[in-house]
């Protein structure tokens, strides 16, 4: 199905076996409204389950993901958003398992949204997480800015001490003069 006009027919440009072959990867054109889009099909078709956090199993939808990123990243554009899904997607099914709990997906997520998309990043985790207080809200703002900082920042921190030291090497010469003369 289409996912921008949601007309079933497309046809497809390219079909190609992912590296680690249980998945199809299919470039597809829609019928209708000539957008492009991509499908990945399970080889043998083996059902993707995920395992809930209340323990129940239920099928691995597309849609549930689409829409998850797709309330997120609402700042992103249509085709940005559905890489995103895209990219998840494959990652899904070429999982070693054919069940895979909703927690590893929500990570995933938030490991994807956090270098494409800081403020989706932190509104996602802030739901999946259950952040239910402005101090714990912060401390997940912290942790982001903190793991974001470039390392060369941390580096130049480093080299200041330096100077510094050497300063004082400097400074215990010149009190060896007057130390002499006392004897
Ligand atoms: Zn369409």
């Given at each position: ?51 809930k ?36 997607e ?48 912060e ?39 007057p ?5």
């Amino acid at each position: 199905m289409c996912p921008y006009c949601g007309f079933d027919e497309s046809n497809v440009l390219e079909s190609r076996v992912s590296q680690e072959g249980r998945s199809t990867r299919r470039r597809r054109e829609c019928v209708t409204c000539k957008k492009r889009f991509t499908t990945y099909e399970r080889v043998e078709n083996v059902e993707l389950k995920v395992r809930k956090r209340d323990g129940s199993v239920e099928d691995y939808s597309r849609d549930k993901l689409i829409r998850c990123i797709d309330h997120a990243c609402w700042k992103l554009s249509p085709e940005e958003r559905l890489k995103i899904v895209d990219e998840l997607e494959m990652k899904l099914l070429n999982l070693d398992g054919i069940e895979v709990p909703s927690m590893d997906i929500g990570v995933m997520v938030m490991d994807k949204l956090k270098n494409i998309d800081p403020v989706a990043y932190i509104r996602f985790a802030t739901v999946y997480k259950k952040i239910g207080s402005v101090e714990e809200f912060e401390n997940l703002v912290k942790d982001y800015l903190r793991r974001k900082e470039p390392a060369h920042t941390a580096n130049a921190r480093l080299q200041k001490r330096e100077p510094k030291l050497s300063a004082k090497v400097r400074k215990k010469g010149t009190k060896h003069g007057p130390a002499r003369k006392k004897l």
